[in-house]
Structure formats: structure tokens, C-alpha cells
């Protein structure tokens, strides 16, 4: 007998619309392996299911490069992970280490939490098309919430070199009696991101209705976030110190910071002092008890995060999409204002910076590397600066070994820190607007110089600060300031002209959620291992052009550095008439569907 896999109608989404229900988990399972598969940042198309015969040997090629790009990641990370561990031990407080791993877990777990109910749940662009779906509303958002846990099991991929020191060093492997620290890790691990889908539903259905839609509500959270980012650096300085000189015996800053910071999880926050317990060795009962009471945690985060995401789906539902949201809000009545005439390449490049400044998505995007990266040379956490390492006495020479590390140290940081401005979305954030780049009597070649002498300035204007934080601490003379200004100006000039050239291969131009703009996939990591490639070929030469002296490596670096910039530039413009030609704007594509 044909068994039934449909119940009666039910209420839909929407309100007055009623639906067939699957009354089968296997729709939920078949929309969630959709929504994981369609969201996956480095998945090639041929596993995500789309697209099978376009897949070639050289997406599978981008797929395996990226994932070796992370090996590095892993293993500095694991290097951290054991000089800290050391320390630790030292102090008597291995157990620290799992404090270090569960706080980055639940503010990894928290911060995509909020941004997948944000931009899938609330704006998702397929939100119209799952609420003609016969799949209860419920079902929907407990998809879209498991695709954002698998994202943070792979996220909390890159903290795991922390528990992985702890385990060896505190448990080993050779026993069978401590297989069990593994396998208690695992469950932990895999249930550390639903605590976090709670706190950020709880969050989110907080934030949405205050922020409001549209631009406002971007703005708003644009701010946020860099105020958030500056009050964490703040509290990295209160909590580490001024970089100081460490004296002997002195326990480092940064195992410090570990140390209270596990005293902070213990009292103040039970899940991960939970968590921790249930991994130390000697916990009565193996730690059950404390893995028990993490379990329920995750289950009623769970409960938690689809309930009120349910309500945030129906207030997406019930909101215009994109930036139509805008056009709802009266506009206020203007008077025409000549603007004063400008040369064309002048006006493309303001229009690249009202690109970039309109949407606070773009800037908070573009700064927020800006503001992170050099806390990582610059900033406390160190018994010195790394910078204060190649100061040398006065009057020790116009260029020495010393300055020459420094300001190649310097060059590598500032293009590092200006990725979000190098990299991806000079064409992509014109959205469907690019029809009108196809129109304008402009030549191609115009307007990519343009998209290139802006991000190569607006790159060099955001490395200053942490340039002038750099020469200060490793008190450069006029050879080294002069040398950082122009090798960085030829740095990003290169980074800028390679992200340009990656993303007119395919831009992104179909987005309605800004961030979506600076790229997907695989070209987002292959724009940063290109950048790491051309600043390893800069060490390179400078390390085989050392054998001849100070003064060789340092201009043996810069003259790469010029014809990199020089190659990238002119192989992007002379690419440009072909490279505008293949793209094809989103309207015309549908027209042509249609």
C-alpha cells in the first residue's frame, strides 16, 4: 500500500496562503544538504550538484589549492598553540589552553550566528521562493540554522590546533584509556556552535526591529561592528600590557591573558567552564555530568534559535527584498545642483569612491583588516614589538640589515592590512547598475585605470597609520621612510591590479546582499594566495640579492616590487576590451533567458 507523504494543507508563511506540508524529515534533510551545498564558500559545483558539465580540471584544481592554503594557517596556529602551551605548563595552567580554544569557539559561534540569521533568514534572496516550498516554516529555518552550524564546524577548524596540543600533551595517545579525551572532544566540538545559533537568534530578534530595514540598518551595524572591533583591541591593550621588554623568570602577556581568561570562563560563563571540565583529566565521572549539562545547553540553544529565527523569517517574509526596501521611505524633494565639470577619468574615480562609501557594508569591509592585521606586529600580546626588534643605535648606517628587515616587514603588513581594499568587488559592487558601465563613452581601458588608481591610493592612505607606527617603533632614518612609501605604493598597486584582474574573470554581479559582492567560492582565497606569492617572491629576491649587501637587498626588493606593479598593470590593461566584453550584466541575461 502506498504509504502517505503528505499531510492535509497547513498555514503558510504567509499570511492568507495555505500549502501542502511533506510530512517526511526527508524534506527537511533535502533542504538542508541544499541550503549547506549552495552556501559552501570552497565547494567546487560538481559536489554542490549545479553546473556538472561546465566543472573542469581547473576548478578542481582552485579546490584543492585553496584547501592546501590552509595548511599554513594550521600550522602557525599550531605553533602559537604550543609555545603557549609551554608557558602554560610551566605555570601549572595547562588547562588554560582549553579556555584560549572555547572563547574563540563561542565568539566564532555567536558572530556567524547573528550574521546567517541576518543575511539568510531575514534577507535571504530565496526567502519568496521557500515560502511556496510545502515545508513548514519551522523546517525552513532549522535548514537554513544547520547550514550556519556546519559553516562554524569548519570555521572552528582553524582554533582545533589549540585542543589538539592540550590533548597530546595532557592525554597522548598510546593508552586506550585516554581514547576517551578524544572522543569527548569530538562531541564537544560538535556541539560548541549551538549555544552560540541561541545567543545570536536572541540577538538578532532584538537588533532587526531597532535597526530597521534597508541602508539604515546596515549603516548601524557597519558601525557597530568597528566600534566592536576597536573595543576588543582596547581590551587585548588593558589586558596584556604596553610591549615591554620581559624580564627573566616573568610569565609571558600572553599567557597571562590565558590565565585570567579561564578564571572569566569559569565564573562567569557555565557552558564553556562545562565544556572545559569534561575535558580535564581527573574530572569525576570522566567529566558525564559536565558533558550532559553541555548537551542540554546545546539542545535548548537549539530550541531557542529556531523559535525566534522563525518570527525573524516572517519578518523577512513580510519586507521587499534588496535595496527596494529603500525606495519605501519617502524621499526628501531636491533642487538640481550643477556639480563642477570634471575630466572623465577624474569623475570614474569619484564614482569608485561613492562606490565604495554609499553602502557601509563595502567600508566596514574594506577597514576592518585594516584595523586588525597590524594589531598582530604592532600591537601588545609580545614582550616587544616586532618592529622594536631591528631598532638599531644612531649613526649606524644609511641603510643596514636591520632597516632593511624592518621595512620589508613593514611592505608585507600594509599589504596584508589593505586586502579588503586590494582584493575583490571593484566591479562587482556595481551590481546590476553594470549595464551602464557597457553604455558609457568610455573606453574599458579608462575605466579599469580608474578602478586601479583608486584602490592603489585608497590601499596606500589606509597603510599610513600603521606605516608611521611601524617606522616609529624601529626608528627608521630617511632611507627607510623613503623606502616603505615607495615599495608599499608598488605593493598594493600590484595586489590591487591582480585582484581586478581574478575578478573580471567572473565577477559578482547578481548580489542583493552587499557582502556578497567582494566574491564567492574559491577567487576570495585566491586572491589572498596570490598576494602571499607575490610578497614571497619579494623575500626571495631579497634574501638572494642579501649576498651582496644591505644596500642589494633593499633595491633588489624594490626593483621586484616595480616590475610586478609594472607587469600587473599593464597586463590588466591591455586586457581590458576582452575582459569587459565576456561580462555579461544580469539584466541582460534575463532578457535573453526570456
Not at 589552553?97 to 533568514?121: D, H, K, R, Y
Not at 640589515?401 to 562587482?428: K, N, P, R
Request: glycine share 10%; proline share 7%.
Amino acid at each position: 500500500m502506498h504509504r502517505k507523504h503528505w499531510r492535509e494543507p497547513e498555514d503558510s508563511p504567509v499570511k492568507g496562503h495555505r500549502v501542502a506540508r511533506a510530512a517526511d524529515w526527508r524534506a527537511w534533510w533535502t533542504l538542508c544538504r541544499v541550503q549547506v551545498l549552495a552556501t559552501l564558500p570552497i565547494i567546487p559545483r560538481a559536489l554542490a550538484g549545479r553546473d556538472k558539465e561546465r566543472v573542469d580540471g581547473e576548478e578542481w584544481g582552485l579546490f584543492l589549492l585553496s584547501i592546501c592554503g590552509y595548511v599554513p594557517v594550521l600550522a602557525f596556529i599550531g605553533w602559537i598553540a604550543r609555545e603557549l602551551d609551554g608557558d602554560l605548563r610551566l605555570a601549572g595552567q595547562g588547562e588554560a589552553l582549553l579556555a584560549v580554544f572555547f572563547v574563540a569557539a563561542a565568539t566564532v559561534g555567536v558572530m556567524m550566528g547573528v550574521e546567517a540569521i541576518q543575511s539568510s533568514v531575514y534577507a535571504g534572496r530565496d526567502l519568496a521562493l521557500l515560502a511556496r516550498l510545502p515545508v513548514p516554516a519551522r523546517s525552513v529555518v532549522a535548514a537554513k540554522l544547520a547550514a550556519a552550524a556546519v559553516h562554524q564546524w569548519l570555521a572552528l577548524l582553524l582554533f582545533t590546533p589549540f585542543l589538539i596540543v592540550y590533548g597530546l600533551n595532557e592525554q597522548g595517545l598510546h593508552e586506550p584509556a585516554r581514547w576517551l579525551f578524544w572522543l569527548k572532544g569530538l562531541l564537544v566540538y560538535l556541539l560548541l556552535p549551538f549555544p552560540g545559533l541561541g545567543v545570536a537568534a536572541v540577538l538578532s530578534r532584538v537588533l532587526i526591529p531597532v535597526l530597521g530595514p534597508g541602508r539604515r540598518r546596515e549603516g548601524l551595524m557597519a558601525i557597530a561592528g568597528l566600534i566592536a572591533v576597536g573595543l576588543s583591541m582596547a581590551a587585548l591593550y588593558d589586558t596584556w600590557g604596553s610591549p615591554a621588554p620581559r624580564g627573566p623568570g616573568t610569565l609571558d602577556p600572553v599567557a597571562r591573558a590565558a590565565i585570567a581568561l579561564a578564571g572569566f570562563v569559569a565564573d562567569y560563563v557555565p557552558p564553556l567552564a562545562w565544556a572545559a571540565r569534561a575535558l580535564r583529566a581527573g574530572t569525576p565521572a570522566g567529566g558525564a555530568p559536565d558533558l550532559a549539562r553541555l548537551g542540554l545547553t546545546a539542545v535548548a540553544g537549539w530550541a531557542v534559535a529556531v523559535t525566534l529565527s522563525e518570527g525573524v523569517f516572517q519578518k523577512g517574509l513580510t519586507a521587499t527584498g534588496g535595496t527596494f526596501r529603500d525606495r519605501a521611505v519617502p524621499l526628501a524633494p531636491r533642487h538640481a545642483v550643477l556639480a563642477p565639470a570634471r575630466s572623465p577619468f577624474r569623475a570614474l574615480v569619484w564614482r569608485e569612491a561613492v562606490l565604495l562609501l554609499r553602502t557601509p557594508a563595502f567600508f566596514s569591509y574594506s577597514l576592518v583588516s585594516a584595523i586588525v592585521v597590524p594589531m598582530v606586529l604592532l600591537g601588545p600580546g609580545r614582550s616587544t614589538s616586532v618592529f622594536e626588534l631591528y631598532r638599531e643605535p644612531a649613526g649606524a648606517g644609511l641603510v643596514t640589515w636591520a632597516l632593511g628587515g624592518s621595512v620589508l616587514t613593514a611592505i608585507t603588513m600594509c599589504v596584508m592590512a589593505t586586502y579588503g581594499l586590494t582584493g575583490l568587488g571593484a566591479v562587482s559592487r556595481e551590481g546590476r547598475a553594470f549595464w551602464l558601465s557597457r553604455v558609457v563613452p568610455v573606453p574599458p581601458r579608462l575605466q579599469l585605470a580608474a578602478k586601479l588608481v583608486f584602490k592603489a591610493g585608497a590601499a596606500l592612505v589606509a597603510s599610513v597609520p600603521a606605516g608611521i607606527l611601524a617606522g616609529l617603533q624601529a626608528g627608521w632614518n630617511a632611507a627607510g621612510w623613503t623606502a616603505w612609501l615607495l615599495g608599499t605604493g608598488l605593493a598594493v598597486t600590484a595586489a590591487s591590479a591582480t585582484g581586478l584582474a581574478l575578478e573580471l574573470e567572473a565577477p559578482r554581479l547578481d548580489w542583493t546582499n552587499p557582502k556578497e559582492a567582494h566574491g564567492d567560492r574559491l577567487r576570495p582565497l585566491l586572491a589572498l594566495l596570490a598576494n602571499l606569492a607575490g610578497l614571497g617572491g619579494m623575500w626571495l629576491v631579497a634574501w638572494l640579492a642579501g649576498e651582496l649587501g644591505p644596500w642589494a637587498r633593499m633595491g633588489g626588493a624594490l626593483v621586484y616590487l616595480l616590475l610586478s606593479a609594472g607587469l600587473a598593470v599593464a597586463g590588466l590593461l591591455n586586457s581590458a576590451e576582452s575582459s569587459y566584453a565576456r561580462i555579461i550584466p544580469p539584466m541582460a541575461v534575463r532578457s535573453r533567458v526570456g
